[in-house]
C-alpha cells in the first residue's frame, strides 16, 4: 500500500510571497488533515477534510492560509502572504474514516527567509 | 496546564536497555491514545493504538494508559540503535474531535 504522498519536500521563501503544498493520500482514505509542526513541538492540526468538505478548520490562520480537496481525493495547503513565524513542517495526514489511526507523509519542511 | 504534557528528553540508553516513555494529560474526555514514531525528517509513524485504559502489547512496544491517574507510557524493551527517533503520544476523545499531541520525546540508543 502506498503512503501519504506529499510535495515539495522542502521549499525556501522569502517572507510575504506565497507558497502551496500538495498532498496524495492513501488510495481509498476518506478523511485527509493537514498539520504544522513547529521545530521541537508536536503537530498542531490545521484543518480535516472527510471527503471534500471541511470538518474542522478552527485552527486555520484563515487571513493568510486557504486549502481546498476538490473531488475527494488530493488536496492543497496555501499560504499567501507568508510571514516569518510559518516556518515549519507542514504534514499531510490520512486515515479511512475519522475514527481510524492516522497515517503521515514526510512532509513539506518551509523555511522563510 | 497544557492539555498534554510529554517530558522533551534527551534520553540517551545503551543498547538492550529498556525504555519507558511517558504522558501526562488533563483532559478526562480523552478515550484514544496513540504512539508515533518520527525518525529525523520524516513524518510520524504510527506505532500504538489504544482505546480506553489498559495494556497492549506488539513485540518489543509495550502501550499502557492509565485513565484514573491520567497517565500514559511506551515502554521498548530490548532497544536497539535503530529505536532512535522522537517519540510522540497522541490523544482524541473522539475521531471527530482533534488529536491533541505531546512535544515528543527524543531517544538515543547507544551500541
Known amino acids: 500500500e502506498a503512503g501519504v504522498a506529499q510535495s515539495p519536500r522542502y521549499k525556501i521563501i522569502e517572507k510575504r510571497q506565497s507558497v502551496a503544498f500538495w498532498c496524495n493520500p492513501i488510495s481509498g482514505h476518506a478523511t485527509l488533515y493537514w498539520y504544522q509542526q513547529i521545530l521541537g513541538q508536536g503537530p498542531k492540526l490545521l484543518i480535516q477534510?472527510?471527503?471534500?468538505?471541511?470538518?474542522?478548520d478552527s485552527q486555520l490562520p484563515k487571513d493568510r492560509f486557504s486549502a481546498e480537496r476538490l473531488k475527494g481525493v488530493d488536496s492543497t495547503l496555501k499560504i499567501q502572504p507568508a510571514k516569518l513565524e510559518d516556518s515549519a513542517v507542514y504534514l499531510c495526514?490520512?486515515?479511512?474514516?475519522?475514527?481510524?489511526?492516522?497515517?503521515f507523509g514526510d512532509g513539506t519542511r518551509l523555511s522563510i527567509l | 496546564q497544557k492539555e498534554v504534557e510529554q517530558d522533551p528528553g534527551p534520553l540517551s540508553v545503551p543498547e538492550g536497555a529498556i525504555v519507558s516513555l511517558n504522558c501526562t494529560y488533563s483532559n478526562s474526555a480523552f478515550q484514544y491514545f496513540m504512539w508515533y514514531r518520527q525518525y529525523s525528517r520524516k513524518g510520524p509513524e504510527l506505532l500504538m493504538y489504544?482505546?480506553?485504559?489498559g495494556n497492549k502489547e506488539d513485540g518489543r512496544f509495550t502501550a499502557q494508559v492509565d485513565k484514573s491517574s491520567k497517565y500514559i507510557s511506551l515502554f521498548i524493551r530490548d532497544s536497539q540503535p535503530s529505536d532512535s527517533a522522537t517519540y510522540l503520544c497522541a490523544m482524541t476523545s473522539s475521531g471527530n474531535t482533534p488529536l491533541v499531541f505531546g512535544k515528543g520525546t527524543r531517544l538515543s540508543v547507544i551500541a
Open positions: 489504544t482505546y480506553s485504559s
Open positions: 477534510f472527510q471527503n471534500n468538505g471541511v470538518v474542522d
Open positions: 495526514a490520512s486515515s479511512l474514516v475519522t475514527d481510524q489511526p492516522q497515517h
